[in-house]
């Protein structure tokens, strides 16, 4: 029989707290495991999906998502794609926001006013906003003035 992994020794040998391994197992990301008087007993490989979830949610993967992820695997195996592309468009609508906020800071930073309610850019900004433009458009249209 292949040696099998406590959840203590689980948690160990992968990082991640026994807390989170039991939610993750009640949410179906972990396949439940074998029982001996009571206690969780884990194959070996157990580690590696642990790891492929660490993985998913540090580059920004919903738990959500990993389920589903984990479910597209299958033999003819190209269902993760579609996740991924999903994924991809998501971090790039958030980056473009980044970027976006990240200007719209570092021209308040550099407002000369005291008081940044004094700053007509920043009073249109805030008017264009509550209009329905987008902060991008209201930024835009701050310093187009």
């Known amino acids: 029989m292949d040696e099998q992994l406590t959840i203590g020794e689980l948690a160990s040998r992968t990082g991640v707290a026994t807390s989170a391994l ?8 972990l396949p439940a495991p074998e029982r ?3 206690q969780r007993r884990y194959p070996p490989s157990a580690a590696g999906l642990v790891g492929v979830v ?14 589903a992820f984990i479910a597209s695997r299958s033999p003819d195996g190209d269902g993760w794609r579609e996740l991924y592309r999903r994924k991809l468009i998501e971090l790039d609508q958030r980056i473009t926001q ?16 005291k008081d940044l309610f004094e700053c007509a ?4 900004g805030v ?5 329905g433009s987008s902060l ?5 249209k701050a310093h187009s003035r």
């Open 136 to 140: 991008e458009e209201a930024h835009e």
């Open 127 to 131: 008017t264009a906003l509550l209009a």
């Open 22 to 29: 039991r939610y993750w197992e009640e949410l179906g990301l």
């Open 98 to 113: 980044a970027q976006v906020a990240r200007t719209a800071i570092a021209h308040g930073l550099a407002c000369p006013h």
């Open 54 to 67: 660490v993985l998913l949610r540090g580059v920004g993967f919903t738990l959500r998502e990993i389920k």
């Open 36 to 38: 001996v008087s009571g």
């Open 121 to 124: 850019n920043f009073t249109s």
